[in-house]
């Protein structure tokens, strides 16, 4: 039971609670640096702490263990290099890490399956996740298929409306919770090897770089697909 609380207060938190920015670079042999910065809101930070009662006393809160152990994930994949986490304040984590590819990374950690979220070429990159490809992510961010988590998910909520979803995570999640999530955002800020050619569903933000942006609660129902992609000069 108590492995249970701790895997759905860590889960949802990081699901429900966070501003997500990526700031990733490729470089012209492909390889690149990823650093992600997450900032998780006060009363998610309140939720975990009242979680923390029913767990065994511990020196890292609940959301350090989290991040840890998330970033302990990518510790010994090959093709990953570097991983650091860093706790900047009470609320906020940065995640380091180096790797050979973006397409490699998810082809890696998803355990060397085939997948089609990330392709990559040279001078070319998409990202591409819908409903139908949902089971590949799955195999990338294993977290994702937890059986205490996956009911809040994109395929356990297919036609699921936007207001039909947030007055759900209320019962959950408590009556802030619609608000916090309706203000979390995924962003990916791309700096590429060359000047941009072609972006299509990302913004051009400079000559080499592209931001792609979209909230959370787009991702946790997939209505829509999740997709861009980009290409630049070799």
């Known amino acids: 039971m108590r492995k249970i609380i701790f895997v759905l207060a860590c889960s949802l938190s990081l699901?429900?609670?966070?501003t997500v920015t990526e700031n990733a670079s490729i470089s012209k042999s492909t390889s690149g640096t990823s650093m992600t910065d997450?900032?998780?809101?006060d009363y998610f930070i309140d939720v975990l702490t009242d979680f923390a009662e029913f767990l065994p006393e511990s020196d890292e809160s609940i959301m350090d263990n989290a991040i840890n152990s998330f970033a302990g994930q990518l510790f010994g994949v090959e093709g990953i290099e570097g991983v650091q986490a860093v706790k900047t304040s009470n609320n906020d984590y940065t995640l380091y890490f180096d790797f050979n590819s973006f397409e490699d990374l998810a082809t890696k950690l998803s355990g060397k399956n085939s997948q089609s979220i990330i392709k990559q070429s040279n001078g070319k990159l998409s990202f591409y996740v819908d409903i139908d490809n949902?089971?590949?992510l799955e195999a990338v961010v294993p977290f994702l298929a937890d059986p205490n988590i996956e009911v809040f998910l994109a395929k356990y909520n297919v036609g699921y409306s936007e207001e039909d979803y947030?007055?759900?995570?209320?019962?959950?999640?408590?009556?802030?919770a619609p608000e916090s999530l309706q203000n979390s955002y995924i962003t990916i800020n791309l700096t590429l090897p060359g000047d941009v050619i072609s972006v299509n569903g990302a913004q051009k933000i400079s000559r080499n770089t592209i931001k792609y942006s979209f909230r959370l609660i787009d991702f946790l129902l997939l209505n829509n697909p999740l997709k861009f992609d980009v290409s630049w000069k070799v």
């Open 166 to 176: 947030l007055d759900m995570i209320v019962f959950s999640l408590g009556e802030e």
């Open 38 to 41: 997450i900032h998780v809101e």
């Open 134 to 136: 949902y089971t590949e």
């Open 15 to 18: 699901l429900f609670s966070c």
